[in-house]
C-alpha cells in the first residue's frame, strides 16, 4: 500500500535512534484537510495503534495509516531528499490530480 524507499527508510531508523523512541514504534502517516490543494499529508512517530489503524510494514519500516487516510493513500511511496532544492520526507501519490509547489498538499 505504501512503499518506503531506501533513503526514507535510512532517515526514518536514523530518527527515531537519534529521538530514542521505544522499539515498538513506528511511522504513523495520514491525510487530513488543508494546505493550498485542500488535504496535506501528515508523518509522525508514534507507539500506541488504535482500533482504525491499519499496520503495514515495508522496506524494515513499520508504518500506520489511519482507516479514512487509506484510499489516499493507496501506492503512495514515501521518499527523503536531502539536496540543495529542499530538504525532507516527500509522498509520490499516484491518486492525486494536483499537487501544489511545495508538494505538503493535494487533491484527488
Do not use: H, Q, W
Not at 509522525?44 to 508504518?63: A, P, Q, T
Amino acid at each position: 500500500m505504501i512503499k518506503v524507499k531506501d533513503s526514507a527508510k535510512e532517515k526514518i531508523l536514523s530518527l527515531l535512534s537519534e529521538d530514542g523512541k521505544p522499539a515498538d514504534s513506528f511511522v504513523r502517516v495520514g491525510v487530513k484537510g488543508g494546505g493550498c490543494s485542500g488535504l496535506m499529508y501528515n508523518l509522525e512517530f508514534d507507539s500506541e495503534l488504535k482500533e482504525e489503524d491499519k499496520l503495514i510494514e515495508d522496506n524494515g519500516v513499520k508504518i500506520v495509516v489511519d482507516k479514512k487516510s487509506v484510499l489516499y493513500l493507496v501506492g503512495t511511496e514515501l521518499d527523503f531528499s536531502d539536496g540543495l532544492n529542499g530538504k525532507g520526507f516527500s509522498f509520490i501519490n499516484p491518486n492525486a490530480s494536483r499537487t501544489c509547489g511545495c508538494g505538503e498538499s493535494f487533491s484527488i
